[in-house]
């Protein structure tokens, strides 16, 4: 495994996509150093945006953290979170009606900007009639009650489960991980032995959305311009490379430079490139 | 599907082992009747044994429940729990020192019968050095932060697990569920790509526990001679076919008459004997 | 759950997306009266796309089916495979050098479409160098050498193996299935505990391609002016949900009308219309 | 981790349970060394057991490989194997009729030992109607044909599913692995979505009767006098942990010694020793 220098390798491509947690930012905030690494990116003429399986916060919230001398350097525009998805597929499938949750309140404007009431699972009877279930974040909510209100909600009533983060833990600071919504998400799947609709990388859906945007500004685009990098071989290589774009894994994350290679020999998932963070 | 009487299928067999929930008793304590099929069974000899997936109080505490005329129908001898199993395990290869636990105060009582000192796991920190950490019952702690504390002590220390009761849910009344410690194994399990180990039907030690006992009493019993009754195919049908017993399924509990038939076929788990209850 | 008159609820989509096993034909060809509903699609200036996992042969061979007097009715350009996902992201990724194959000769069409070489396991040692696995069809090979043959190349070599068609089985008559190349690679997978890369239905890709195809004839096109119909819960009706269209179960091939609505009950797979057939 | 002398393990235990392949021998047959080793066991007083999950032939035809000048070392009576289950298990629930099954002709002795009448998968059809299913070995039929029979068959008539190896694959030569019997139970249980009936390590009923011998011998025998040794963590450890037993994991087979604490650590299955070999 070679370990190869991140400028390098960005060279050849016009259009970058990135991960967010573990490659821009860790659990203390944005890395020293990633706003002038994106202004730089900018400077060049290179596109860049954001593909992160995150449906806790809107993306103008998200733009806010990546600021330098008082300018935003990625916009909300530019950020696909898997929330996203979420709020698109309600407005396609639900149209109207209530949607029960559970994340933290902020996670609702996934529901709200489908057009839909949102109801925290903590506010619904067993009986409570909705037009879905949207497991938003892990955070919010009491687990031992919520998650039984809906296992039982779902036992009286067929309406779909859509899951706006397919990740099953994150981290939390260096050496500790937390359950992420997803995990209890499986855990409510696999009691109902229900299809639950899984949103997220490394579902090909998030890149294509990050590529339609992409095709607005560049009509020419081809994917084989384009590189997604990020720190997760599960999630971000796993689903660049089923996307058909390149791919690059950075060690600045979930991935440890002690680990990389062990883990892309066991679980076969291969990044075209591997670089020790996008700062080098 | 013949629906037999329970009475006539039963006096072929010397031997009972009887599941307690949904057969002797449901959420609301022990079915009317109960205590007079359980004193006629005696009357003529049979001998009965409970084998429950249940880590949530001691034997002792168990046998209060059943009680005829004031006196104890089914002493706690005559109990095999899945908590019983972990104690002996504890006993076999821990032996000495602190055990952590996710469950009910008294479920410890299966980490002290062992000669152990049971910590909760919401006193521990993620550093904590324990010898195992044991899944005994789904209340009694916090699941958020418990879990989260349990995830990463065990990502710190490879320490085994045990679970006391590998039941996914438990009904709570009559048209509702709640999730089982089981389900938090899996969760925690999958999670940390590690392998726990699960006590309770269907394996196959739960039953020889119960044959063990029985022995005692009659070393001539063969297995032929013994009939396992339960209410749910995927524990006890399942565990009593694989233990090479005869097995009867009872449609007062988890498997209603309208499904029984559907379930048998789609989880190809028969049973040898189908009754209303064992009150028929 | 209500049966609805095909015809009537085609009425208000401009474009529908139709999987071809289970509605348009069976094992023994394409069902009588189907040629004459597409024609009279096309007559009312309907789009059709068929939609389909199958690896078995290429779309123009799959386009001479469906003939009505000397006339081709679906042309190769309105057939979207899960085939032709293994060829683009063949070329995506892999761009030269051999690719070995399960599956008969005719698959291996999908692989020389990306300008690579095709080789049959069969012709492979176990030190085979190849750039990639490709799992195309369930016959043509001998299973046992040659999935032994894959799975030590695999141990070997770390590269990465696609699959063409992710259904675990296929009917061959109208009682019988046979094991799909799906079930082979799960379990190929299970063994090696890596990750593949699966193609087809209800991965969300194939409708993708289907959407651009007819976005090219009406660019103002919207997801809800699509009718997805198909035959199977878990492939056709639970991928078109998740895309976002409308979705359309019909009781001709894999869904029975007796089991209709315990599947969509038991799956939460749930369909905006039940059909008996394309026919009604 | 550290390398103990397996004769100063040894030492404590008067009885020895010993898997097989890995232990004993490996794919050309009984390790140079090994008889001595057996038979200085037997002088200094100590019982063996052979624990095997393997149901291709019988244990008096294993039991002719362990001979050291003409004397057979270990009797058809000290082997535990997966099949023996299978009979045992055959003869308490199914009593008479015919089981069809896969596997080597030889492999029929585990049916034929409990009366019944064995049959080929390959000489049924469809429509046979047999009162269980046994699936022995991954040898001596065609796997395309007989798996697809298999299928159809249990999705005509329901009848209980015996696996005589629970083991994924097995080794052939040092560096190749071939699909086990399991693997191929695994596939059918996902399809027809059935819970099959397993046999073998790690599930503890195999120590069970080991134990159960020993005590003929031995009344007093209690579980801390015996020691499993063996080459494979998710069966041979697994399972002597889980009975309560301490376990040894040797480094002549499945696990190399550049890989067993990597193992040990990712599987949280933990010997309580761990030698090269038992020549050791």
Not at 248 to 277: F, K, W, Y
Request: charged share 20%.
């Amino acid at each position: 495994m070679q370990i190869a220098s991140f400028a390098e390798v960005a060279e050849r491509y016009p259009v970058i996509f990135l991960d967010a947690y573990g490659v821009l930012k860790n659990y203390r905030g944005v890395l020293t150093g990633i706003p002038e690494v994106i202004a730089n990116f900018e400077a060049r003429g290179k596109e860049i945006f954001i593909v992160t399986n995150d449906a806790s916060k809107s993306p103008e919230i998200m733009a806010r953290a990546y600021v330098l001398a008082g300018h935003e350097l990625i916009r909300a525009d530019q950020h696909i979170t898997s929330g996203m998805l979420v709020t698109d597929w309600l407005s396609a499938k639900v149209r109207n009606g209530r949607v029960a949750y559970l994340g933290k309140p902020e996670s609702a404007y996934y529901i709200e900007s489908a057009g839909l009431e949102a109801l925290p699972i903590a506010s619904c009877s067993y009986e409570e009639r909705v037009e879905a279930i949207a497991l938003l974040d892990d955070e919010g909510f009491d687990w031992q009650p919520d998650l039984n209100r809906a296992l039982n909600m779902l036992r009286r009533h067929n309406v779909p489960v859509v899951i706006a983060n397919a990740d099953p833990t994150y981290p939390v600071n260096p050496s500790d991980v937390a359950v992420a919504v997803g995990s209890l998400g499986n855990l409510l799947e696999g009691l109902l032995h229900k299809r639950f609709i899984r949103f997220g990388k490394p579902d090909a859906i998030m890149f294509y959305y990050a590529f339609e945007r992409a095709l607005i500004k560049n009509p020419s685009l081809r994917r084989q311009d384009i590189l997604m990098v990020g720190d997760t071989l599960e999630t971000d290589i796993l689903g660049g490379n089923k996307f058909g774009i390149d791919t690059a894994l950075v060690l600045s994350g979930n991935t440890s430079p002690d680990d990389a290679e062990t883990q892309i020999r066991a679980t076969g998932i291969i990044p075209d490139h591997v670089c020790a963070s996008i700062l080098t």
